[in-house]
């Protein structure tokens, strides 16, 4: 069973930054796909990005790309969520997520899931 943790949320001022963690508690982490994805207050979750499993393949939704970066350290058997320039609309509770197989964009893909830390951000 893959456990997923995530870690880092708080409340930050537009224009700040944020890293966001997720531990997965398994071994197989190198063959895990692993995405990111977050709910805003009275929306649907929604896709933020994805990395494949060695990590020079990123997906990014148009509104975070260029200001988020996924990474990862398989050797941590983490992934990272680095947050920049930060605006409020970016509030949510951000969810990490994992797959095998292939990169995706599509939450349904997810077969693991954490249970979101929040983010908020104030203008």
């Known amino acids: 069973q893959v456990q997923l943790e995530e870690s880092g949320g708080g409340l930050v001022q537009a224009g700040d930054s944020l890293r966001l963690s997720c531990a997965c508690s398994v071994g197989t982490f190198t063959l895990l796909v692993m995405g990111w994805f977050r709910q805003a207050p009275g929306k649907e979750r929604e896709f933020v990005g994805t990395i494949d499993r060695s990590g020079n393949d990123t997906i990014y939704v148009e509104s975070v790309r260029g200001r988020f970066t996924i990474s990862r350290d398989n050797a941590e058997k983490t992934v990272y969520l680095q947050m920049n320039n930060i605006e409020p609309e970016d509030t949510a509770v951000y969810y990490c997520?994992?797959?095998?197989?292939?990169?995706?964009?599509?939450?349904?893909?997810?077969?693991?899931w954490g249970r979101g830390t929040q983010v908020t951000v104030s203008s």
């Open positions: 997520a994992a797959r095998f197989l292939a990169v995706s964009p599509h939450e349904h893909d997810y077969r693991y």
